[in-house]
């Protein structure tokens, strides 16, 4: 029993030994900084950061994020110029990182190489600030976050000391502490006799919490910068933007030059009624070129048109079932279609493939048309691309390299600076629109082009006016079935197959027009009127088209488009996060 003391004083030691190290603390110990108001308006920031190591969370080093963009009271974009000065680990230089990120700098202090020795280590950080400053209407302040409020493990002591511009005194300070935002007033202040205003907080600052500190003083030490140096600052502030803009300025008046050197289209010449179509222009390649090309509207009319023209011409026999259902049934031997116009022969070889003899079709998606629109798209595009329009592929292809490199150059630009998202993807969509535009823009006729489509609206004219004698002084050619049936496709082309069937009316014999009744279509409606007829050959079927084929034009892409999450930052600068490594 005589060593029972000596027993328990060696279990106490031992307890308190373990107890000692399951409740060691490892983090921030204390967190001083020394703020120099320089009279020119930047800042000499020397952060001392004195930590425990425990090799738990810290074992490399520590690390530190440095906001350097913000968006103002005013809703203006304000950067601090940075410049690192030095790194300092127990009084010696320390390696360090300093790299991009997010709306600043991400600074990462010590070595994968080397691993800290557990115990106290300072970490001695200097940097100079330029514009943090604000010019208020009374006085000049500071308004900074001095610690950050992103550490992820508390600061047991910070301490602030602020040194005002040369000559001038602290007329009024205030300070909070906790989190963004957060108005907790657990510190002390005091002005000591050569004006240094030192902040100390009273509590421990938890993982999340900082310091931000207000110090305001007379206005007079320093001077506003000027308005060159506003403008030197705002170019420095957005020099992604400002570069993109000024690319955009010279790049929208060269294009714009382009466009009216090259692009525009041809004067458009007199108009006279015609009577024929131009030479070897059939139906499906007058309707394209009088539309110019574009629009699915202009591909559909040139397929009815088309199939019109192989009715008539015998190639096939069109029958309607009810209201949509078509049959297109070929009645020519194959041989024949290799005499028909390119588009036409395309078309019917398409409908026709194989030993197909019938082709049916209703208001219901055919995923054969796939094949049969391109094969007939392409082929009126073989025929009027850079003869009848050209498509100025060259300089729309400068202007979308144009429009990808400086898309390149604003998305690599936000993916430092986050505070660019709302307006780099601003200019970015209208960018694309812009171009999107241009491409359309640089679409024109050739001049051979141009007097096609004069002498196709001129055929137009005389198809549509349908009352009688108003071009008898023109002298047309007198109005027969034969006529009326070989130049209907046009009609159906031009879209005024209505008006022609009127003017057909008008211009024959009653019993002609009532006992008209053609081999090459067969309905109930064949028996009672002929507007009728060519109503199931135009409107008609381009309505069961549209359902029944999905042309180009009508191909769509969803997209989402999410928000950009934007970091709201008030009047204070400063803050940040940090840890260890």
Not at 4 to 11: G, K, T, W
Not at 23 to 29: M, P, V
Not at 32 to 46: A, C, E, F, N, P
Not at 492 to 507: L, P, Q
């Amino acid at each position: 029993m005589k060593h029972l003391p000596l027993l328990c004083l060696l279990f106490l030691l031992i307890a308190f030994s373990f107890a000692g190290k399951a409740f060691a603390y490892e983090g921030i110990l204390s967190y001083k900084s020394d703020i120099r108001i320089r009279s020119d308006g930047s800042l000499l920031v020397t952060d001392v950061i004195r930590v425990n190591v425990l090799q738990r969370n810290i074992l490399h080093g520590i690390h530190r994020d440095i906001p350097l963009r913000y968006r103002d009271k005013d809703g203006k974009h304000r950067n601090l110029g940075f410049h690192l000065t030095g790194v300092y680990r127990d009084g010696q230089p320390e390696s360090y990182r300093l790299t991009n990120r997010g709306s600043g700098k991400y600074l990462s202090i010590g070595s994968e190489d080397h691993l800290l020795s557990a115990g106290e280590h300072s970490y001695l950080i200097t940097y100079t600030l330029r514009r943090a400053v604000d010019f208020g209407d009374q006085a000049d302040y500071l308004h900074w976050n001095a610690t950050g409020d992103g550490w992820t493990f508390p600061i047991q002591e910070a301490v602030i000391r602020v040194y005002p511009p040369s000559g001038a005194t602290i007329n009024n300070h205030d300070a909070a502490t906790g989190k963004k935002d957060a108005t907790y007033k657990n510190f002390h202040a005091a002005t000591d006799e050569n004006g240094v205003l030192t902040f100390r907080t009273t509590a421990v600052l938890r993982s999340g919490e900082g310091m931000t500190i207000f110090a305001a003083w007379p206005k007079g030490f320093i001077f506003p910068p000027s308005a060159i140096s506003r403008f030197s600052s705002y170019i420095e502030e957005n020099f992604h933007l400002f570069v993109a803009l000024v690319a955009l300025g010279f790049a929208t008046p060269l294009f714009f030059i382009i466009w009216w050197l090259v692009g525009r289209d041809p004067p458009r010449g007199t108009v006279i009624p015609e009577f024929s179509p131009p030479e070897n222009f059939s139906p499906a390649l007058a309707a394209y070129v009088a539309g110019q090309g574009s629009g699915d509207d202009t591909l559909r009319r040139a397929f009815c048109a088309a199939i019109a023209d192989l009715a008539i011409k015998g190639v096939i026999k069109i029958t309607l079932h009810g209201k949509d259902h078509y049959a297109l049934d070929l009645i020519k031997p194959r041989l024949h279609l290799n005499h028909l116009p390119t588009t036409e022969r395309v078309l019917a070889k398409c409908l026709f493939a194989g030993r197909t003899s019938r082709f049916m079709f209703s208001a219901q998606k055919d995923l054969r048309f796939d094949i049969i629109i391109s094969g007939f798209s392409n082929s009126l595009k073989r025929q009027s691309d850079r003869v009848y329009f050209s498509g100025n592929e060259s300089y729309v292809l400068a202007s979308t390299v144009f429009t990808l490199l400086l898309s390149a150059w604003l998305f690599t630009a936000m993916l430092y600076d986050h505070i660019l998202l709302l307006q780099g993807w601003s200019m970015i969509i209208g960018l694309l629109f812009l171009n999107l535009f241009y491409y359309f823009l640089m679409k024109a006729p050739t001049a051979r082009g141009r007097r096609k489509m004069d002498r196709l609206e001129g055929f137009k004219m005389y198809m549509s006016v349908a009352e009688d004698g108003r071009m008898d002084f023109l002298n047309p050619p007198p109005m027969s079935p034969r006529m009326f049936e070989t130049l209907l496709p046009y009609a159906i082309a031009f879209g005024v197959e209505k008006n022609w069937a009127e003017k057909f009316k008008k211009s024959v014999p009653k019993t002609v027009y009532d006992t008209y009744a053609p081999d090459w279509f067969v309905s109930e409606l064949a028996k009672t009127q002929l507007p009728n007829i060519c109503l199931a050959l135009g409107a008609g079927l381009q309505k069961v088209l549209a359902i029944a084929a999905q042309l180009p034009g009508q191909l769509t892409t969803g997209s989402v488009m999410k928000k950009a999450a934007m970091m709201k930052v008030g009047k204070r600068l400063g803050g940040g996060t940090g840890g260890g490594w």
